[in-house]
């Protein structure tokens, strides 16, 4: 073999060695760098080169993943089975952990959920357990993420996928759940009808209020309406009293005068009260224009 050949194989070899070293690493990766069996460092992403045969690069996926964690069957507290199943999401924060601190993190990761979920379903009775997700939720994750933190792991959240009681349970609550909505409906309807009879009572009440008001404002406007007419009558008389006076006292009294003080005169002769009457002489006139009522004197006296 000349030269030339040998150094042709020379560059092919030095070209293949080259390219066992180079390895490419993923954006969402970081690469361990082992020399020996040795840690050396943490390559981020991109074109890393490594020494072959010396050195060894392991990737590690830093983007978050999921941890199914299986169904198993569990015992609340008031002593009744049911069959939980959850899901953790985590993601890694430490790639050195994660590869030299857990052999099996997806393995060890779902039996420390498990366990765990047991012993909180476990403290809580099951009409607990069915409404406090959020509860167990937030306690699953703060459990998992203070256990993971040593492996290099976060734990983002954890969600319980299924709370499922046996059959026998399950209808007992329907039943339980139908009756107290019928008990709400019977509630509702018996309010209603209380709510419609208190309007219905305070509207005829107010009508009453109404029309006794109405009654009350009809007597005072009759009250007043009597009232005005006897004054009025009173007024009037009360004039006719002092035109009689004044014309007495400050006046010769006039014929009509003397003929109506005349008759009243006749009418208390009547009735016993006088037998005897005195008229001026100028009367002579109003005498003979009422003859008549002179009979009708004559025939009253006459029994007297």
Known sequence: MDLSSFLVVIAIV???IAAMGATIIRPYQKGIVERLGKYQRTADSGLTIIIPFLEKIIKVDMRE???????????????????VDAVVYYEVTDPVKVQYNISNFYLAATKLAQTNLRNLIGDLALDESLTSREKINSALRQVLDDA?????ARVTRV????IEPPTDVTQAMHRQMKAERERRAVILEAEGTKTSAILKAEGQKQSQILEAEGQSEAIKRVADAERYKRLTVAQGEAEAVETVFGAIHNGRPTNDLIAIKYLEAIQKVADGQATKIFLPLETTGILGSIAGVGELFKEKANPA
């Not at 993943?65 to 069959?83: F, L, M, R, S």
């Not at 969600?159 to 299924?162: A, G």
């Open 148 to 152: 993971t933190d040593k492996w290099g």
């Open 159 to 162: 969600e319980l996928q299924r």
């Open 65 to 83: 993943q999921v941890v199914d964690v299986p169904p198993q069957a569990v015992i609340t507290k008031d002593n009744v089975a049911v069959e």
């Open 14 to 16: 030095v070209f293949f």
